[in-house]
């Protein structure tokens, strides 16, 4: 079963409870989704590892009931 925008971006609340999150399904599929995530809790990281934080906030669900996720990842300004 795929995820939801609504479930992915809650995944990543759940980590990052200040995020901004901004999710788009680009293929009208559930199953390919595009995400911009902002907070402060990746301030001092690199890309990767601000990714590599996103991807661990899904809790294993990437790749599996989330086929694609194109990420863009920003520190919060504030």
Known sequence: MAM?????????LQTF???????KDLAGDNDHFS????SKAFQGKTRI????????????????????LSLKTQVSKE
């Open 35 to 38: 995400a911009t995530v902002t």
């Open 49 to 68: 590892q601000q990714h590599q934080m996103v991807y661990e906030a899904l809790q294993g669900h990437m790749g599996t009931r989330l086929h694609a």
């Open 17 to 23: 409870p200040d995020a901004l999150i901004e999710i």
């Open 4 to 12: 939801t925008a609504v479930q992915i971006k809650e995944f990543i």
